[in-house]
């Protein structure tokens, strides 16, 4: 057999196969020399001549089975044809059961070593590659569809296609072509349903569930390749069966609709059209209202793809308007306000999302006319009213996170283009924001948070009472030790954005017409007096720091004169010589 050529007798290698295949039945010893001749077994099925001798085709299969698959030894020769890409080859003969002419028996045969062959890649810690295989792709995709008599064997399959997948190279391949993407999110369709036929022999629903919900992360990851962006335009007739299958009640379903079309709008055009075109923004509000409301199981997967979704739409100016006209800011408002912080949090960001990052974009809330800008600010402040004394992580970081936000709002009503009234209607709502304001300064030093913290603080401190009202609270229940750390790393690091916040809110104390004397106002002057100038780029804040160290300077000045015992020696003597 050293000498046989499979392409110059296509006959006689009928006969060579069936005797190899035969040989082989319990029978490791013999199975081990066949293993060297796996090449030539794999040629067998790449002849033009199997389309007039599908026997040939039928018989190399059977014997690969017999081999790599029944009885004892078959581990080495599963090894040796999953490295020769056997399962790629195999596929194409599953796919196309035709090709096999009378002898469709051997069909069965390839079904039960396909899934095997992958498996023992998995478990060498490879991933299945594509390769210069790609044309095979659509015909790989298609396997598990066919008709299976077990269950098992046709979740097996799935699971080989899906461990095809893991790859990143073959997702960026698949993610560039729209037809293959559509193979493969059919086939995450199909593997739902096939879910719902419910356990089998082998795998409970838990395990079924695991599948799919691999399959789910290997089509979110396809999605989210730069070259998918673009690929399905939101005006495709594609678009309208991903907006069915986010009104659909299968949880996965709804969850894979959702990654793809949030990883669509990664694109600026079609995320333009999306709000502009279709009903995915009102779709995935329906989604939020569902699971905060109506489903008693909660699913945090569905939720966070939905609100990832309006997110990616909310970023582009023209969208903002669009989604408030829906109702998007009474959406945010419900989540903000639930029970549940899983909630909470990917609300407050869809909420920062829809404000924008500057203030040109958020200029609407501050706007008059705005009918959103009361709801939204009485949400937040009473959100951080609500957690004054927060203790545990979830509260205080979504305590930071809202007083973050409020921050951001503080700079848009404290521009000039807002209006007086504006300005005061902001005030009003304001009144017992300070308690949470000085705890996210006690809790994070340093931190952009802290900067927004100190921000909103002297916003409140306007007028001479507010000043008065804010250092009252100051005094009582600020944790002196975030000031001395902040003005240490001023002075070896430089000054960040915390520090001038900071000194902007002491230096007003200082200057405070109303501040009674006290050891703590005298420890702000101590701090006013430490900040380095020098370090300072901002002009207007050094000014006003200067200023507030002179004042500082001849409180400390004058304090010294009245305490010195020499000044008492100097007092008397002048009125004695005065009498």
Known sequence: MTKWEPQLNPILSIQVLRCMGNCSVENPRNKLLCVGFFPKIIQCLLLPSIAEIPELAAVAIKALYIIAHEGDGYELAQVKLANLHYDMILADFLVHKSRLGPYEDAWE??????????????????IPEIGNRVSLLPTLFRVPTVQWDDLDNQWSALEAVFWYLADSNTQE?????????????????????????????????????????????HLAAI????????????????????????????????????????????????CVSLARDTEVVTEAMAILDKETQINPRFEAGLFTAATGLLRNIAIPMENKQLMLERDISICCVRLINHYDFKVKLPGLMLLSTLLGPDIEGTSWVAADSSEYSDTILNMLIRAAIGLGNAQGPHEVGFLLKVV???????RIYNTPTVSTEARKKFLELNSDLREPVISVINQRLGRPQSAHAWEVLGWLSATEEELSASWDQLSTRLDFEVVEQTLKEQRTRGTSEPTKQMMSMLEKVVHGKSIPSSDRLTTVQQYVLQYDYEKDEDKELFHNAETARGTCQRLEDKKRRVESPSMDKLRGASQTSWL
């Open 404 to 410: 973050t936000l409020i921050g951001r709002l503080v």
């Open 223 to 270: 999605s989210a390749h730069d070259s998918f962006l673009g690929l399905i335009p939101a005006t495709s007739s594609y678009m309208s069966v991903l907006e069915t299958s986010m009104r659909s009640t299968e949880p996965f379903l709804a969850m894979g609709a959702c990654f793809i079309i949030g990883n669509l709008a990664r694109n600026d055009d079609t």
């Open 109 to 126: 045969f390839g079904m039960c070593i396909f899934p095997d062959l992958v498996w023992v890649k998995n478990q060498q810690g490879q």
């Open 173 to 217: 391949i698949v993610a560039a072509d729209p037809h293959l993407f559509q193979g493969v999110f059919e086939l995450f369709l199909f593997s739902n349903s096939l879910k719902n036929k419910g356990a089998t022999a082998e795998r409970d629903e838990i395990q079924l569930e695991k599948i799919v919900y691999k399959f789910l992360d």
